[in-house]
């Protein structure tokens, strides 16, 4: 374990600058506008305090604030939001991240999930110890966000009709059929619930699975929201798809041209499995 060593009282000025005048993170381009030095110049000195556990690195030119009650330098991200937000802006934190934000779950996520207009190689980075699932839209399809403070940071965050929907594109951003199903009811029955704003957004993403998945489980959880459910009708789209393709689909419901599990065909259940 490496441990955080002692610097000089002039470098600890310049470090102590550097934390006025960023936000959690640090780049090269930053550090020699603020230094005034040379971008090599400042790269050295980045490289150098991270050497030292001032700084760590999580990418190449890129570097996070060690926490001042570290004692060595493996700490993990003090707030991954933050990193998040510099690795892969323009993006949100979305699936169930969001959802946990908005106490729209109890279950707990170690991987934050991130929205990105980018597209990075790799989809699931390990960032000192954090995992992160990375998913890619195009950027006009980046709305629906809340600008949220982390520290002294704004990062943004799917609003929870926007965290949903996400979640009706890709099961997998909500761990899985299960959990985003109970994600989905506990939006409904929650002071967030927002119809209008569902339907909105449904069809900005312009996603016909997500018509399919909401309409199906409108139908079945809460069949007494008619307007929601005619505007899920006349977003259908061709081809049939899996309520969820991770899992296996035996029984076809044409209303909504949707492969379901055989225990999600049948009318008097709830889906539990």
Known sequence: METISGIGKGSRARLSELVRQTRGTVSVPQ?????RLPADKAARLLAWWAKKGWLSRVRGGLYVFMP???????????????????LFSPCYIGGWSAAEYWELTEQIFRTI?????????????????????????????IFGTSAVWRGQVKVNVSD????????????????????????????MASKQKNTDLLIEYARRMDNGAV??????LMERFF?????????????LTKGVIRLDPALPAEKMVTTWQ???PS???RKDTTGDQ
Not at 70 to 78: F, H, I, K, P, W
């Open 263 to 265: 225990t999600w065909a």
């Open 258 to 260: 949707l492969w379901v």
């Open 68 to 86: 001042l009650e570290a004692r060595s330098m493996d700490t993990v991200l003090e707030d991954p939001w933050i990193v998040a937000d510099r």
């Open 160 to 187: 929870p009709s926007r965290t949903v929907l996400d979640m009706l594109g890709d099961p997998k951003l909500g761990g899985g059929l299960r959990p985003m199903v109970d994600i989905f009811r506990q939006y």
């Open 211 to 216: 018509f399919k998945r909401l309409g199906f």
């Open 113 to 141: 999930v991130v929205i990105t207009a980018r597209k990075p190689r790799n989809r699931k980075p390990v960032i000192k110890g954090t995992s992160f699932l990375v998913r890619s839209i195009s950027a006009n399809k």
């Open 31 to 35: 550090a020699a506008e603020i230094l």
């Open 223 to 235: 069949p007494a929201e008619q307007t929601l459910i005619a505007a899920c009708r006349s977003g």
